[in-house]
């Protein structure tokens, strides 16, 4: 067990989220899909989750076949055989697939998938989607056949297919939960249903990230027009929701998830992007001073949700310019993204050591480069057999990945999301 402190963390936080397209993804040149660090935090002075917390990290930890080190920068532990100590109760997994993964298909083993999300349609402010081929990689590979490979094979697998509709452009968001959110809500729910029918998806995923409070009841008010035209289309669908770490334990958050729950068949929770850009530091920690996975499921499981929430898992991280080598430390300039694949890679040519954060049960590795330190924060098989043990303790519905390609080289890191043996799989949707 390591040392690091275990202090209350159910926090209200402040919502702070990357704009798409903005200084953290610049080097992958993709969209930011997930809610940023907040950049305060106020702790809940009632502390009423600590002791769920507290048992759930010791039992997650005694699960993982792993020696975790208790001394800040000793070397990062590696996985026993087998990876968990105890078998893990079967759950969902999720894997989010972006359009532009598409000619690397033959590279993703699918059978360890609950759900296969295809990312996607982007919306415009009127419950549109974008239908210009030039404009949007996604909707042009259902158009021309590509997507279907992915359906199909997928479903071999017994994996369920849904049809991700985004927007991170808060102007889109707001004129969704608008005056007009029951109508945005019926037009974006008849101009996906058409689609998911003629091509065989089983649901859709819905992952519009809004900033402002102000839009928090328009936006159930969509979501519940949305979720009533396609149950009412076709009963068997599913409907999955992205949602903030914080929103179970922050009445300001976007995303009132209490209210949002009833019409969704499942809550995605990004619990990646929790770092603040500002500090080298994890990108998805386990547990710390500030919002973290054991307090996001003990918020959401507080909120009587468990049973509907998929906890996200990054496979990609952080490199940080830092002002000196080990933490503390703070950034100098922008930090970007780097795939997990994309780490190893750099592990394994550059010789980079990894060691690990018993503050956030996070590995990372320092370097030099033109001679500014840089922090690569990440999360490898052990963080993500922790993260896994850990879902598991609070008994949530399952775990999923940002994505699947950002990993393709590492097939471990999805094997490790099944916990001990095979996935739990859903009937496919009815036709």
Do not use: C
């Not at 039992?59 to 026993?80: C, D, F, K, M």
Request: proline residues 8%; glycine residues 8%; without cysteine.
């Amino acid at each position: 067990m390591s040392s690091r402190r275990r202090r209350s963390v159910a926090t209200i936080a402040v919502l702070a989220v990357l704009v798409a397209g903005g200084l953290t993804l610049k080097k992958l040149n993709i969209v930011s899909f997930s809610t940023a660090a907040p950049t305060s935090t106020v702790p809940d002075p009632s502390a009423k989750y600590l002791a769920a917390e507290n048992r759930a990290i010791t039992a997650a930890e005694a699960a993982v076949n792993a020696r975790l080190p208790g001394r800040q920068g000793s070397p990062a532990p590696v996985l026993g055989s087998p990876a968990y100590r105890r078998v893990l109760p079967r759950h969902d997994v999720v894997g989010f697939f972006p359009s532009y993964e598409l000619p690397r298909l033959r590279a993703v083993d699918l059978a360890g998938l609950t759900e296969v999300v295809y990312y996607g349609f982007q919306v415009e402010p009127d419950g549109a989607v974008l239908k210009k081929p030039s404009a949007s990689l996604g909707w042009a590979a259902v158009e021309n056949g590509a997507a279907s490979v992915l359906i199909k094979e997928a479903h071999a697998d017994g994996d369920r297919v849904l049809l991700g509709a985004f927007s991170v452009d808060q102007r889109v968001i707001q004129s969704l939960s608008g005056a007009g959110a029951t109508a945005a809500g019926q037009r974006l729910a008849h101009e996906l249903i058409p689609v998911i029918a003629a091509n065989g998806f089983d649901g859709a995923d819905l992952d519009l990230e809004g900033q402002a409070t102000g839009d928090r009841s328009g936006f159930v008010r969509f979501v519940s027009a949305f979720s009533a035209a396609l149950k009412a289309s076709n009963p068997s669908l599913t409907l999955m929701l992205n949602t903030y770490p914080q929103s179970a334990g922050d009445p300001t958050s976007f995303y009132d998830v209490k209210a949002l729950a009833p019409h969704v068949s499942q809550l995605f929770v990004m619990a990646y992007d929790m770092n603040d850009p500002a500090v080298p530091s994890a990108n998805a920690p386990l547990v710390g001073p500030s919002l973290n996975d054991a307090s996001t499921l003990a918020a959401y499981g507080g909120a009587g949700l468990a049973s509907k929430v998929i906890l996200g898992v990054p496979f990609y991280g952080y490199d940080y310019p830092a002002s000196r080598a080990q933490p503390p430390a703070d950034t100098i300039g922008s930090p970007y993204t780097v795939t997990y694949a994309d780490i190893v890679q750099s592990i394994e040519h550059n010789g980079h050591k990894p060691v690990w954060d018993p503050e956030s049960e996070t590995p990372y590795y320092s370097f030099r480069r033109a001679k500014q330190w840089h922090q690569t924060w990440f999360d490898d098989p052990v963080s993500i057999a922790l993260k896994t043990a850990l879902a598991a303790q609070f008994h949530v519905a399952g775990v999923g990945a940002w994505e699947l390609g950002m990993a393709d080289d590492a097939p471990q890191m999805l094997t490790l999301l099944a916990g001990s043996g095979p996935v739990l799989k859903m009937p496919l949707a009815r036709r």
